[in-house]
């Protein structure tokens, strides 16, 4: 009899950047492969890759408690319906509702994704500290079902999913790169160019990079400062179309929409910058490692992890914009030492990142190795 492996997780386009490799290696694998996501204009493109798409109507913004419990029956449902050998839940919904959902059901093998303890995590406040007391409650019980395998993606959040549910818990440090994909090539070191390429979130630190780019200029009025990526409505941290056009205004950065191609522009770059307040372990720092990149990013989880302090890249202090412009400027001032961190960044990725090593780890949990 066939195997089959579910994917549940919030979105289309978030599962064709950061899961997509698992799926075709179920595949070759000889399993069926369902996902279960919200859909914007890529389910035709799943489908077509031999995916068996399921619709899931999972908001991301708004809360009503009808909602959530529609898509709390519709999980189950698919689960119930479906019956997968293996389910592999990423983001917090899935996470949650699914592995709730699934304490009820006779489910082999069951994985959690915590790429990040996500935003109410990060938002201080009462109320926002009696939200996060109930997730906790809610993780408590979605977790610690039997069968149940966590991944996390670094230490902290390790610590952290411990200290809340008795599960196996494994590290693997982000979703992966394709190093063929991702090629290290000699920088341009005549026209400095910094880029920070992310969803247009205030938590990832937009302001603060616009600001640290205001206060270069200043100086080096010769860099030039890009910014990649797309407002996201659904969630409450994004700026908005009025915010992205008074940044185009100040003229201190060149602002570009989405790109797919960002092997390219990160090669075209000399230092990536990724100033956010939480992570996971983000990809576009593994990105720019595999790019022979240095990074400049804040001392935070997640991020701090997904370098070697000195070694790789520079770590600047939380919501701090002139530490993030002094970081910047040291390595726009020394070739030398700008030079040096890329190609110790993409030493890392060949022994950390590669997608290839990421997907062996993940079967070994799928199969029950570990």
Known sequence: MTKKILFIVNVDWFFISHRLPLALEALDKDYEVHISCGITDKKEYLEKLGLIVHPLNLSRSAVSINGEIKVFRQIHKILEEISPNITHF???????????????????????????LGFIFIKQGFKASIVRGLIKIMYRFALGGKNSHVIVQNPDDKKVVNSIVKVPITLIRGSGVDLSEYKY????????????????LKDKGVLEYVEAAKIIKQKLPK???????????????????????????????????????????????????????????????????????????????????????????????????????????????????????????RKLAIKEFDINKVIEKHFDIYEGKV
């Open 185 to 200: 090539i000699e920088e341009n070191n005549e026209n400095i160019k910094v880029s920070m390429a992310c969803r247009l």
């Open 223 to 345: 860099i030039e400062f890009e910014l990649y990526g797309d407002i996201d409505i659904h969630n409450p941290a994004s700026l908005t179309n009025n915010d992205i056009e008074k940044i185009k205004k100040d003229g201190c950065i060149k602002v570009y929409g989405f790109r797919s191609n960002i092997s390219k522009v990160f090669s075209d770059s000399n230092i990536v910058v990724l100033p956010s307040y939480r992570e996971g372990l983000p990809k576009v720092l593994i990105e720019a490692a595999a790019s022979g990149r240095a990074v400049v990013t804040t001392d935070v989880t997640g991020c701090r992890d997904a370098i070697e302090s000195n070694i790789t890249g520079l770590l600047c202090n939380l919501k701090d914009s002139k530490s993030l412009a002094e970081s910047i400027e040291k390595l726009i001032v020394d070739n030398k030492l700008r030079n040096s961190m890329g190609k110790a960044g």
């Open 90 to 116: 990423v983001t917090i919904k899935p996470v949650l509702y699914g592995g709730i959902a699934s304490r009820f059901l006779n489910i082999h093998k069951k994985v959690f994704s915590i790429s990040g």
